[in-house]
């Protein structure tokens, strides 16, 4: 069964850094997109980075765009997200997701990804 097991979340003062981890099995996560996605209370899930299944090319959700950097390490099956200059409104569960094999670059949407993580709760205190 694939399997995505976040962790690294916390509690942070604004400003400061946190470096969100995704472990995988290697049936989830060999060339495949993953994508991280975020969902504060009384919000829908939405998304925060992807990155392609070599490595190569990424994206962000404006609101994060030059403060988080996804990256991936293929050999340990494991997604990261460095988060910096975090903000309070970037208080949310997050999540990593493994998108489809046959979904076109760039996955974005929930419905493009087909397994989820548990999630990991980052919250930001002003």
């Known amino acids: 069964q694939e399997q995505l097991v976040e962790s690294g979340g916390g509690l942070v003062q604004s400003g400061g850094s946190l470096r969100l981890s995704c472990a995988a099995s290697?049936?989830?996560?060999?060339?495949?997109?993953m994508g991280w996605f975020r969902q504060a209370p009384g919000k829908e899930r939405e998304f925060v980075a992807v990155i392609s299944g070599s490595g190569g090319s990424t994206y962000y959700a404006d609101s994060v765009k030059g403060r988080f950097t996804i990256s991936r390490d293929n050999a340990k099956d494991t997604v990261l997200l460095q988060m910096n200059s975090l903000k309070p409104e970037d208080t949310a569960i997050y999540y990593c997701?493994?998108?489809?094999?046959?979904?076109?670059?760039?996955?974005?949407?929930?419905?493009?990804?087909?397994?989820w993580g548990q999630g990991t709760q980052v919250t930001v205190s002003s």
């Open positions: 997701a493994a998108a489809f094999a046959w979904v076109d670059w760039y996955p974005r949407h929930r419905e493009d990804f087909g397994s």
């Open positions: 290697r049936r989830a996560f060999a060339n495949v997109a």
